[in-house]
């Protein structure tokens, strides 16, 4: 099933990189060994400040879903938790610096398996969490891409939300208002799991994912922000974000009450 497939994935990760953090020492061609975290967390986001600092937020543990915060300096290996707490608790969300060092954080998922839509802001020069005059999102999503643009505002596209509903809708946040804006052209397929990168030009590359009936996909897409327009792109040599060897992937559904669950095969 790919859904317990991908949790045995992670918790490997969880258990290797979480409770025993360390840092890729390029000149020696090494590993080292750094001081832990406060919390055990999966499925947080790392990010890395304008100072060089990098702030890790959110995720879940044995404990539940999580809206702490804390930050490590790798001059002196040491974490220190942020001054307050995320308003709300949250797992498989985005984090984005914006263009005056702060840190939107959008979506993701929290206690009572439910989508979260509410957005907030950490400032480093303050050391504090807000989300006071940031408007919620239109659709609430966890798998989603948060790409900044190059005018300072930030797009979010496609996700998963309550159903499960795969999503291809696209929002843009502009920091300037704390608003978000909506009834943007939304993409051509339905993606979870996708990439989203910024080209030279402004425009932003989509490519691969997930979606319900399509499973993993090969397709990719640029988006405008300019005139809020798609194109297409060449299709992706072999299945999209987690790759199926170029198969065409179908699901046989199994959803269970409090676990997306689901069979899946790929046809060479």
Excluded at 199 to 224: C, N
Aim: glycine share 12%; aromatic share 8%.
């Amino acid at each position: 099933m790919r859904a317990f497939k991908k949790s045995k994935t992670i918790a490997a990760l969880f258990f290797i990189f979480v409770l025993v953090p360390t840092a890729w020492e390029c000149s020696a061609q090494s590993w080292t060994g750094l001081s832990n975290m406060s919390n055990t967390r999966q499925d947080h986001t790392s990010t890395l400040l304008p100072d060089g600092r990098v702030l890790v937020a959110g995720g879940q543990n044995i404990g539940g879903f999580l809206n702490t915060a804390e930050i490590y300096d790798p001059v002196s290996d040491s974490w220190t938790p942020t001054s307050n707490t995320m308003g709300t608790p949250r797992a498989e969300h985005t984090a984005t610096v914006l263009s005056d060092g702060r840190v939107l954080v959008t979506g993701g998922y929290s206690t009572g398996n439910t989508y979260v839509g509410m957005a907030e802001v950490y400032d480093p020069a303050s050391d504090l969490w807000t989300s006071t005059g940031i408007s919620p999102m239109g659709t609430a999503r966890r798998h989603h891409t948060a790409t900044r643009l190059l005018d300072g505002r930030v797009l979010v596209a496609g996700g998963e939300t309550t159903g499960p509903n795969y999503l291809d809708t696209i929002e843009i946040f502009d920091p300037s208002r704390g608003t978000w804006d909506n009834g943007l052209q939304a993409m051509s397929a339905q993606r979870s799991d996708h990439t989203a990168t910024l080209l030279d030009d402004g425009t932003v590359l989509m490519v691969g994912g997930w979606t319900l009936g399509s499973g993993y996909l090969d397709t990719a897409e640029i988006y405008t922000p300019g005139t809020d327009t798609w194109a297409g792109a060449t299709a992706v040599a072999g299945a999209g974000a987690h790759g199926c060897g170029g198969g065409a992937c179908t699901w046989a559904a199994a959803w269970a009450a409090t676990c997306s669950q689901a069979a899946f095969c790929c046809a060479k």
